[in-house]
């Protein structure tokens, strides 16, 4: 399973990265107004820190626009993913772009059927959001184990990225049932590290080293 990073921050990003957390990054606008920079400026950056793929939103809703905003986006790198929301006018967008070779993300996605249709636009992502759903008392987890067992009945080509990820049990859920790439805020792949039982063992062999002959 691939662990992106589901940030705008550069230097959360970097450090990430120098830990071998980031196989990827998601962004979106919210994340990127935090940073009070220019959208491409943040890109631009975060291409040149990451190898993997680094999805970017785009902010119309009309199919032309979106293709006309993801086609300049995505020369902005060539690892750049044009992120769309979920509806129809970005489902032709993910059609058009995919045919002028462009990867997409298809974001904002709740249901295994509107995962269904972005498989079948020809999307190279689609990003459903467990942590959003959790939060109105609907399963998001259930609906990861949904899509991935739809993709793998019909062989799909798109990647199941779990999106909206809160904390390390989204994580090993994901895991369990076979997503592709799980996109997570810096804080919680902070929290996968940790483990009271490593601090206690860590702290027994430092007061134990003391007592082996110099
Ligand atoms: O980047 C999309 C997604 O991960 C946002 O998560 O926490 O705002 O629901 P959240």
Redesign the pocket.
């Known amino acids: 399973m691939q662990f992106y990073i589901?940030s705008a921050d550069i230097e959360e990003i970097r450090q990430a990265n120098r830990r071998g957390w980031v196989d990827g990054v998601?962004?979106?606008p919210?994340?990127v107004a935090k940073t009070g920079r220019r959208h491409e400026d943040v890109i631009k950056d975060i291409c040149n820190e990451v190898k993997g793929l680094v999805s970017a939103e785009v902010l119309s809703l009309k199919a032309d626009e979106m293709v006309k905003e993801g086609v300049q986006l995505a020369k902005i790198a060539d690892n750049v993913v044009v992120k769309i929301p979920m509806c129809e006018e970005g489902l032709i967008a993910v059609r058009r772009l995919s045919a002028e070779g462009i990867k997409t993300n298809v974001?904002l996605v709740f249901s295994p059927l509107q995962a269904l249709l972005t498989a079948k636009a020809g999307a190279t992502l689609v990003?459903p959001?467990v942590?959003?759903l959790d939060d109105i008392s609907s399963n998001g987890m259930e609906v990861i184990s949904q899509i991935t067992q739809i993709f793998q009945n019909y062989d799909l080509a798109t990647q199941v990225l779990v999106?909206?990820?809160?904390h390390p049990i989204h994580i090993m859920e994901s895991a369990m049932m076979g997503a592709d790439v799980v996109?997570v805020?810096f804080k919680v792949l902070q929290q996968i590290v940790n483990h009271p039982l490593t601090d206690k063992g860590i702290a027994q062999f430092l007061k134990d080293a003391q007592n082996v002959p110099k």
């Open positions: 589901d998601t962004t979106n919210t994340l974001t990003s959001f942590g959003r999106a909206s990820i809160r996109t805020p």
